[in-house]
Every structure is written in C-alpha cells, then in structure tokens.
C-alpha cells in the first residue's frame, strides 16, 4: 500500500474547492468539520482531501501548521481505510474547529473515526 500523500491526492483546485463548500454535505466529529462530496470528474483518480486551520481559532502560525502537519501525517497513515475499489472518488475537506492544540493521537483516532464514517456512506 502506497503511504505517500501525493500532490493529486491534495485538493487545490479552487473550483473543486468552491463547489465543496457549495454542494457538499457535512458532518461534526470534534475536532473536526467535515466536508463531504462526491466527484463526478472522470480525470480524478484519488480521493482528493483538503486540510484546513482556521486563523480566528488558532491564532499562531506555527501552531497552525502543527496541526495542519499532525492531520495530514494522520490522514496520509490511515487513508487505506477509505475504499479505494469505489468508482465515485470523495472530496473531503477536514476543518479544525477547535482552539486547542490538539494531541497527535487524538488527531489519529478522530480521523479514523471520520474516515470509517465516509466509508460506510
């Protein structure tokens, strides 16, 4: 099983981006907002995921980037839980809601909460 979190694997685009947040569902798992939709592109060959820490709840930097890398460092270790055998890969946008910094093994077990919670639906 391939751990690397490639670049495809990240979602950039801003249109991809802006119809996330337009027609998405969502769900709340504390910490975390979690921003769901399917993709109906046929040239996305992974599930794309976007990471984000809100500035007006953490207000450090260094401390945002902390968490950024700690979600993404959990979500890169336990993406396999997400079907890869799906034909209709998923947009995720993981929010961090909260003002705390969060442990990294909090930040592993509610991502692989959040991760088998998309997988069943």
Do not use: W
């Not at 997400?82 to 946008?93: E, H, V």
């Amino acid at each position: 099983m391939n751990k690397r979190l490639t670049k495809n694997e990240r979602l950039h685009s801003q249109k991809l981006i802006k119809e996330l947040f337009d027609k998405g569902s969502s769900f709340f798992l504390y910490p975390f907002k979690v921003m769901l939709l399917e993709s109906n592109f046929e040239d996305s060959e992974t599930n794309q995921v976007l990471f984000s820490v809100s500035k007006k709840k953490v207000n450090k930097a260094v401390h945002r980037n902390l968490i950024k890398r700690r979600i993404k460092e959990a979500y890169r270790l336990n993406k396999q839980i997400l079907s890869p055998l799906s034909d209709k890969k998923k947009i995720i946008g993981l929010i961090y809601v909260s003002s705390e910094i969060a442990t990294f093994q909090f930040i592993q077990n509610k991502l692989r909460r959040i991760l088998a919670t998309i997988n069943e639906s």
